[in-house]
C-alpha cells in the first residue's frame, strides 16, 4: 500500500513563504511525474506544478515565478516553496505521483495525497 503524505500547510500573510512537503511510503518500485494541484472553495481542482524524475519542472501561469517545485528521489519526497503569496493562493493543496509498486513493476498507477490547507491573509 502507498500513501503520500502532504505537511507545511497553514496561515500566512501576504507576501509571506511556506514550504510544502509530500513523502510517498509503502512498497514504492518507482516514481515518475510528481505534481501539486490546488482546490479552492467553489473552483475547480488545477494544475500548479509538476516535477519529472529527471527534475524537469513547468507551472501554472498563475505561480511563475513565485512558486518551485524541487524533489528528493532518494526520499520519494516532493516539495512546493511558495512565495510572495497572495490571497488568491489560498486552497488545499494535493501532491500527486505516478508510482510503481513491488510486483507491479509495470503497471504505473496516479496516487493522491489528503490535502493541506494554505491560508493566505490580506
Known amino acids: 500500500q502507498v500513501q503520500l503524505v502532504e505537511s507545511g500547510g497553514g496561515l500566512v500573510q501576504a507576501g509571506g513563504s511556506l514550504r510544502l512537503s509530500c513523502a510517498a511510503s509503502g512498497s514504492i518500485f518507482s516514481t515518475n511525474f510528481m505534481r501539486w494541484y490546488r482546490q479552492a472553495p467553489g473552483k475547480q481542482r488545477e494544475l500548479v506544478a509538476v516535477i519529472s524524475s529527471g527534475g524537469s519542472t513547468n507551472y501554472a501561469d498563475s505561480v511563475k515565478g513565485r512558486f518551485t517545485i524541487s524533489r528528493d528521489n532518494a526520499k520519494n519526497t516532493v516539495f512546493l516553496q511558495m512565495n510572495s503569496l497572495k490571497p488568491e493562493d489560498t486552497a488545499v493543496y494535493y501532491c500527486?505521483?505516478?508510482?510503481?509498486?513491488?510486483?507491479?513493476?509495470?503497471?504505473?498507477?496516479?496516487?493522491w495525497g489528503q490535502g493541506t490547507q494554505v491560508t493566505v491573509s490580506s
Open positions: 500527486n505521483a505516478d508510482l510503481t509498486i513491488m510486483g507491479f513493476t509495470s503497471t504505473w498507477r496516479s496516487y
